[in-house]
């Protein structure tokens, strides 16, 4: 198992993953079609925003991106799972991985707009919702939900 930064070469297979992913829910073709553009993770994309990879013996498994938004508030936008993995730890395993990461750049909070189906597992990491977020599907919200991140200290 390997967590690595992205490449560019890599977005055709992420974008394939985010909508296998997405899917997962059932959300119905015309749904995932109308969100196509949110989905795909371009080249240019990955040069402008933090993107890992996680795969297991060269098979993609999962990512996430994250951005700073300022000085103490980096977004998460997206982390998917290889549905066939969904329930199996690696999400929390890129999870894990996301938080270290910004731990030891001074930023205060994380935040993201969760997907309903993906709340609980966001709290589960730590998470709380702090606000809701109007979906592009009539009648429904996405929680906006935020964590606190402590500084990580080395030992001297």
């Given amino acids: 198992m390997?967590?690595?930064?992205?490449h560019r070469g890599d977005a055709e297979k992420i974008t394939d993953l985010t909508i296998c992913s997405k899917n997962y829910w059932n959300y119905g073709d015309s749904q995932i079609a109308e969100w196509k553009d949110e989905l795909t993770i371009t080249s240019k994309y990955i040069d402008e925003n933090q993107v890992y990879k996680l795969t297991i013996n060269n098979e993609l498994i999962g990512f996430y991106?994250?951005?700073?938004?300022n000085n103490e508030l980096v977004k998460l936008n997206f982390l998917f799972i290889e549905p066939k993995?969904?329930?199996k730890g690696h999400g929390k395993i890129l999870m894990t991985d996301f938080v270290k990461r910004?731990?030891?750049?001074?930023h205060k909070k994380a935040t993201l707009d969760a997907d309903p189906n993906a709340e609980k597992f966001y709290e589960s990491v730590g998470f709380k919702v702090v606000g809701k977020l109007k979906s592009s599907i009539k009648d429904r919200f996405l929680p906006i939900m935020e964590m606190e991140i402590k500084p990580a200290y080395n030992n001297i």
């Fill in 2 to 6: 390997k967590i690595e930064k992205a």
């Fill in 102 to 106: 910004i731990e030891k750049t001074g």
């Fill in 65 to 69: 991106a994250f951005r700073p938004e």
């Fill in 85 to 87: 993995y969904i329930g």
